[in-house]
Each structure stands twice: as C-alpha cells, then as structure tokens.
DNA sequence: AGAGTTTGCTAAACCGGTTTGCTAAACCGG
DNA sequence: CCGGTTTAGCAAACCGGTTTAGCAAACTCT
C-alpha cells in the first residue's frame, strides 16, 4: 500500500505528546485532567494550557479500557434496525429509555444484527448492559447467546428469563378487552391482524411472545361468546402503515367482509384505516377497528382509533431503571419483574355492526 | 470497600485465561481467532474450544483500541435525546441512516448533551465519525468544538461548513411555495408557526438556520403578494403535537383569527389540527393548515394534511453514505456539499377562505 | 543541623487485546 | 547427514490512557 507523503488530517495528539511538549511525565498530564489537586496549581494550568494548543483530548478507547465501564447502554433488537424505526412504537419506547439514560449520563447504542449475525453484533458492542426488545419465540438462541457474552440485561416483551430482569405489559387482559369490545358490540365476523413471526404456539399464552399472549386474549373472548374464527381470518401484519393495508386488502381480495378489526399495533390499524377509505368503507359504519399500542398517532387518526393502551414510554423508563440499577455496585436483586397495565381507550374507530359492507 | 467474598458474578474470561488453561501464549489465542491460519488446525481447534468453554469473547472496547476503528458512528444533536424520539421527523431521518449504516456493519451511537454539555458527550463518544442535526445558530459553539474534537463529520440541515460534508433540502423554496398556496386560495390572515430558537435572524437567508431559512421562503411570497405580517403571527412551537395545538390555543386566546396557518413542523401542524377541532373549526372550511416534512402521519391526520415534501429518509441515508465516504481510507474530497429538493404536496387541509370562523 | 514530614512529580505496571520479530523444531532435497 | 526452508508458536512491544508505589526536594520542628 502507498502512503502518503503528507498525512493532511494531522495524526491526533496523544498524552505522551502533550507531556512531551509541557515537559512532564504522561501522568502528570493524566493529573492535570483528573486530580488536579495532586499537582501544583502552577503546573496543572501551564499543562492544560499545552494540552489545549495541542488539541488534545483523551482517547475515549482508552479511557473505557482502564475504567471498565463504557458508560453506555445497548437497545438490542433482532430485527433490522431501519426496521424499528419506522414501527412508531419504537420511538416511543426508545424515547422513555433515553429520558432515564441521558439523565444518568449514559449513551445509547442501538444494536442490530450484524451481516445477520446479532451474536456478532453483540459481541462487538461496547455497552455496560442491553436492554432487548422485539424478541420473539423465533429467537431463542438469541436469548442464548445474550446470556452468554454475560451483561446485565433487560427483556421487554419477552419470555421472563429467571436471571435477567424483564418488563411487559398484560397483553391477554388488553387483548381480552379489544375483542370482547368489539363482540359486545354485535360483532361476529372478525379480522385478526397479528404480527410476523414463526409458527403459531396456541398453548403458552404466558410463556410465549406477545403475539401468542395477545392471541390467547382474543380468543378468551372469542370463546365466552361462542364465536368460531376460521384460519383465513388470522393474518400477519408487519407493525407499520403499509403492512396493515396491504393485509387488509389481501384479505378483501380473498374475499373476506369482517364488519371488525383487532390488530396488535396501531400502526397496522391505521393501515387499515387507510385501506377501508380506499375500498369506500365507512369507519366505523361499515367496519369497526381496535388497534394496541395507543401510540399518539391514534388521536389524529379518521376517525380517531379505539385501541388498547399500553404505558409504551414508561415502558422505556423503567426498563432503563432496572437497567442502571443491576449495574450498580449495591445491585439490587438482579431477576426483578414488572409487569404494567393496560386499558382499552375507546374513541371513534368503533360502532356496532351497522349499514353493513357496500357492494 | 469490603470485598465480597464470593462474586457470584464470573469475572469473564481474559485472553490470558484462556492462554494459560489451553498451555498456549496470548498471541496464540489471539491467532486462532484472527488468523487461524498461523496455528496448525488442531491447534487453533483446541483453543477454540477452551475458549467456548470459558465463555470468552475478546473485549471489544480493548479491540477497538489496537484496531483504531470504533466501527460505529455517532448521530449527535444539541437537544435531549427524549425531545429528538418525540418527533417523528428524527425517527424518519435515523430509519434512513440506519438502513446503510446497517449494511455496511456500523453501529449507531446517539449522542446528546451530558450534563449539558454536547462537548463533554462528544469527548466522550467512541465512534468514528458523527452526523450532526438539528443545529441551529443558536449553537455557534457546539461546531466549534465538533471542529476540534477532529472527527469526521456531515452536517445536516446546518449552515455549511466548508470542511466537511453537509446536506439540506430547498427550504426557502420549499416555504416559498407553501405561502405561495395559501395567498393564491385568497388567504391574507396568516399565522406561522416557526421552531423553537434563539433570537430571529432576517438578513442571513442562506447562512442561517432551517428557521431563517423557511421563514425567508414565507416572507418571500408575503411580499408577492404584499401582505404584511404582524409580529405575533409569528408564533414558536416546539415540533411536536402538542407544541402545535398549544401554540395555536394561545395564539387563539391572544385574539388572533387566521384563516391559514404556516407550521414549519407537520407535527405541530397535526397539533393545530387537534386544536382547530377543540375550538370547533372545520378544516379546511374555516382553517387552512400547510405543514412541512410530509411525514407518513400526514396521510392519516384528520383531513389528510397538504405540506411540502422533503425527503428526510433519504437526507439519512445521503448524510450516512457521505460519513461513511469520508471514513473510507481512499476518503473522497472532505466538503461535499448536496441539496435536495422538496415540494408542495396538496391534500385536503387546505381551501379558499370559505365558511368563516364560528362563534 | 539533623530527623521527620509534606509536596510535587515520575517510572512502571496495568487494562485486554493485536501484531511484529524471532526462534526452535520439523521438513526438504541432494 | 547437512544446510536451507517452512511451520508452529512464543515473548515482547504496542494501542493510549489511569493508577500505584516511590523518590527527591522542600519544608517543619526541635
């Protein structure tokens, strides 16, 4: 390879330089930065004054090195990283992390999978702890690997792991709520939206994912009145705009006239929403709608979305908490486990069955 | 300190540790890892396999220092991270920057005011290069010690900065043609709804900040069409639904009865939509609102709400290629420069002055 | 003036890896 | 059987800081 004679981007200062150019030792300057009080004031000054010229500034590397600490925190999701950002959710919840995080001085890294590898990913990140989020039963060795690089960890949303920490929300009870809202008001012909993921596990409705909890709800409803769902009127839907509608219109093309919608996330409601306006349906005349989530969106929706609300950001918030607390020193009890509240929210997205479908 | 006397929690595994338990050196174990060829395959087998067994992942912080890559780059902005998440717009702009920082097996570090200080953050980063957003001349300084720190940077909707990259969109052309809209339909009654920011800086057009330069856009086609505009029809509202509805409550309640407004945010538009609604107004027969951005949300505001196109996904993605550009060792010219374009895109918020405002 | 203490700074070890230079053993051809 | 080349692995230097132990000079006290 051929260098270049000159290295424009001047090479960064580094200590022994500085102490080089104030004539003292490299700890002298590390002093002058950190114990000043372990030098003359004279001295201090005249070397910060050098350091200055220079440009210096503490390798941040190193300084992790010896500190042992990063002073940072990982959000770690199996899913693209791109991905997350466009679910709405995922700001919400990123941004309750960081009202905790930054308060604390701590960084924030999102980590994803490396050329498809999360253990790669993980591997390379340089955090004190990772909070996950987005796991699902199609990720176990995930959990497994996260287990064995060895950081404190959170799991929100996911299968409670005995020695990590975890958070989530009572999905069967919300879920249970959205149907029997929608049954109560003379619905019989149901739509589910459900999210992506691998084969179904009808049986753990607390062991599994979100889905599976939020599926276990909707046919505890289903069940109390004696409504029979037919396979075709499960479907998956990724969490965003664009999922929601192209299930919804699938589902129409498949010939399907559900006069009520549960969908797990709001963002694929509002999908919906998109699509009945484009199909000439009235919502919630013609079809009514229960998105999850109550993310702010839902308010400016039309009509504006009944849904299940969930405290998304305090979600965040107490996941940092548990976070920051397992990585104190006095770490407090290590497999903590919370689980919040949720509450359906009806607004104006839901009405008994009423003029019927057009066409 | 007392020291406990049984940590529970493993000190993981140095490489020295496994050295010592494999009989081999460091330099060996390292070799089985990076350069397996060097060892004989059983060799670099056995090592391997201890190494599994001790659970040993080489620290990624003290591989990063021999490696003088971090391997990861940093999206900074002088507001708290908690404010940045609230606004979709930033969710839009890191889904962009994601998908080829992702691509290109980079981590994504967010970097916010420690303690108030963006300098003592930026110290403190571990990355190879930052995107800088949501500057405003507000933060003279806060470039000033991004310059020093020396690290490879692009500047986003910021005044350009000859060494290094920067990326925008037309603002003033994109505002210009948002008034434009509205004074053509018959408005004359205008309220704007600027961003939070320092004191109002008219002259600078090009030089100045995102706000100068759409307030110039604005001012622009007022003059066109000499209208004058009061100075409390200009209003500041943080870029959120609530800034939005608050701000235009307030303007409200100070009297004022535009028939259009001009928010610079879609989510404050979203907002004034929400208040427009608590007041009794109908959009667009009473109120005319143009936003800015066109965000996904606007296709499902309340009407769907007219504003000017810009591509924020791509801004991201441009202002990650270009980072990344300048990281690559060949390191293409340092002050690329690029803006894109933005366009008026008319939904249904907008309309003549019709029915006039109730009560 | 000499012993004891304090002040001010330095040399060296360390954090946990990677990489270079080198040596000893194994291998090769003649 | 010997000199030359390969192969396999090791010791030590290095990345860029922080921290501990310790030394010399200055200061205090009697």
């Known amino acids: 390879m051929v260098k270049h004679v000159s290295e424009l981007p001047t090479p960064r200062a580094r200590i022994a330089d500085v102490a080089r150019e104030a004539g003292v030792s490299k700890a002298a300057v590390s002093f002058a930065f950190n114990s000043p009080e372990r030098l003359k004031a004279q001295t201090a000054e005249r070397i910060r004054k050098v350091a200055t010229e220079l440009g210096y500034r503490p390798h941040p590397v190193a300084r992790m090195l010896t500190a042992g600490s ?96 975890a958070i989530g929300v009572d999905d069967t009870a919300g879920a249970l709520g959205a149907a029997r809202h929608l049954l109560q008001l003379g619905h019989r012909d149901l739509l589910i939206l459900s999210m992506p993921s691998e084969a179904q596990n009808s049986a753990g409705a607390e062991t599994g994912s979100v889905m599976d909890r939020r599926m276990h709800g909707y046919r505890l409803a289903l069940d109390e009145y004696e409504v029979e769902l037919g396979a075709d009127h499960v479907r998956q839907a990724p969490a965003t705009f664009e999922g929601g509608e192209a299930a919804f219109l699938r589902a129409w093309e498949d010939g399907l006239r559900p006069t009520g919608v549960l969908s797990m996330s709001d963002a694929a409601a509002a999908g919906v929403l998109q699509a009945a306006r484009h199909l000439g349906l009235n919502v919630p005349g013609d079809l009514s709608i229960v998105g999850f989530d109550d993310l702010p969106l839902t308010r400016f929706t039309d009509p504006p979305l009944t849904t299940v609300h969930q405290p998304v950001r305090r979600k965040g918030e107490e996941a940092a908490r548990m976070l920051l607390r397992a990585l104190s020193p006095e770490n407090g009890r290590a497999g903590e486990h919370r689980v919040l509240e949720t509450r359906l929210v009806v607004r104006r997205s839901t009405a008994p069955p009423g003029t019927g479908v057009r066409r």
Chains 1, 2 share one sequence.
């Open 70 to 165: 990063t002073a940072t925190i990982g959000i770690l999701s199996p899913n693209p990283l791109a991905q997350m950002f466009a679910n709405p959710f995922f700001a919400l919840f990123a941004e309750g992390v960081a009202t905790v995080t930054e308060d604390r001085g701590f960084g924030l890294l999102f980590i994803s999978p490396l050329h498809g590898s999360l253990e790669r990913a993980m591997a390379r990140a340089t955090v004190d702890g990772v909070i996950v989020i987005g796991l699902d039963r199609e990720h176990p060795q995930v959990v497994e690997s996260i287990r064995r690089v060895g950081l404190p960890t959170v799991l929100v949303d996911a299968p409670a792991w005995p020695e990590h920490g």
